[in-house]
């Protein structure tokens, strides 16, 4: 069946990188995606990998993703006071099948 | 460009009360979604529409009714208000026929059932 895992919470310091980890149980997902959460609002995208992609860079994020172990990362450089929110990994198939989400990684940035 | 509208924000029930939860898209995006999201458990899929006219339950349909008359508007109804349904509520959509699924949500609206 379908699960995506997160760890619940990450704590770093400002300047340094945060890495938020997710794995996924359905290997036939098409893309997997990173949304963002931040207090008191609705999520939005932040990046996403098309599943025959190992890695993305968009500035300070970098999306990594092991097909064989079912493993995807988000690594953010520089993490910055901003960055603190909710980030929740999730999957998507093939047809009309709804994205699976995890429960999410509340992100921590100490100043 | 508004996007994906929740009304209302905030909302506090009686046990036992009904209410319907708006949400309206201006993207002609042909799927919309609802999702609850209590703490710690992330996302959970109530209802979606892949079109007007067609709706199918989620992961946790029990207790909520929707409609899709229209491209533009999901309502959610709850009909007899419980405890468990206190939560908070996202309204989303995606682009029509989109394979990358990538979702716009609503602003949220936060329920109390007392």
């Known amino acids: 069946g379908e699960d995506v895992e997160q760890s619940l919470f990450l704590s770093v310091r400002e300047g340094d990188s945060s890495v938020i980890n997710c794995t996924y149980t359905?290997?036939?997902?098409?893309?997997l995606y990173w949304y963002k959460q931040e207090p008191g609002a609705g999520l939005q995208l932040l990046t996403y990998?098309?599943?025959?992609?190992d890695m993305k860079q968009d500035q300070r994020l970098t999306v990594l993703l092991n097909k064989k172990d079912k493993h995807l990362s988000l690594r953010i450089a520089d993490t910055q006071t901003g960055d603190s929110a909710i980030y929740f990994c999730?999957?998507?198939?093939?047809?009309?099948?709804?994205?699976?989400f995890g429960k999410g990684t509340r992100l921590s940035v100490i100043a | 460009n508004a996007g994906v509208t929740q009304t209302p924000k905030f909302r506090i029930l009686k046990i036992g009360q009904s209410m319907t939860l708006q949400c309206a898209q201006d993207?002609?995006?042909?799927?919309m979604y609802w999702y609850r999201q209590d703490p710690g458990m992330g996302l959970k899929l109530i209802y979606y529409s892949v079109g007007a006219g067609i709706t199918d339950k989620g992961e946790v349909p029990n207790g909520y009714n929707v409609s899709r008359s229209t491209t533009e508007d999901f309502p959610l109804r709850l009909e007899l208000a419980a405890p468990s349904q206190t939560s908070v509520y996202f309204c989303?959509?995606?682009?029509?026929?989109?394979?990358?699924?990538?979702?716009?949500f609503g602003s949220g609206t936060q329920l109390s059932v007392l």
């Open positions: 990998i098309f599943s025959n992609m």
């Open positions: 989303a959509s995606s682009y029509p026929g989109g394979r990358d699924e990538k979702l716009f």
């Open positions: 999730a999957e998507s198939f093939s047809g009309n099948t709804p994205l699976v």
């Open positions: 359905d290997s036939s997902s098409t893309y």
């Open positions: 993207m002609n995006h042909n799927y």
